[in-house]
């Protein structure tokens, strides 16, 4: 059996960063990583210009089904076969990864802790947190290198749908944290205390 993990947070709060200091301490040989971004809905139908257009920090905007059954799956131990989403097209990829549960599997996502059957699969359930400006900041950055998007359409998606999504439904989502980890890039104790407790669970 795996022990899931599952780390939340808004869109460029430094999940990413946590698992990377994570698996540097623990050994990548001792966890899967898994990101909900992957699980995007497959929206062929609709053209390019309008699949910008989509609410994409909306729930409705996720295979819950196929999460759900996948996690499921990684906690018994089966492998899967992860979907891979393209930011470049926003649209899911046609072909997919053979993803195997290692001892620990962690789960990252901006809905990481919106969903009752998700959380309830979960072992340990974080929280990453910052501040409104710091995730824009991020954001803006991560997208122009990584996404090849322009600045006018970064700061118009974050303005409408990524902050107001984050106060309705993702920030709220933090009361179902076990650990709520403050990730302003001032350094702090919370990622040792993480992997400590993590480690536990290696060791079990």
Known sequence: MSYIILIGGGSASGKTYVISQVEQILGKENITHISLDDYYKRIDSLSFEERKLVNYDHPKSFDWK???????????????????????????????????????????????????????????KIFINASRERRLLRRINRDQKERGRDFDGIVKQYLTTVQPMYEEIIGPSQVYADIIINNDGIENKSVKSLVSIIREYLEH
């Open 66 to 124: 196929l999460i759900r059954e996948q996690l499921h799956d990684l906690k018994e131990g089966k492998t899967i076969e992860k979907p891979l989403y393209d930011f470049v097209i926003h649209n899911r990829k046609q072909e997919t990864e053979k993803v195997s549960p290692k001892k620990i599997v962690i789960v990252e996502g901006i809905m990481a802790l919106v969903d009752k059957e998700v959380r309830n699969v979960g072992d340990l």
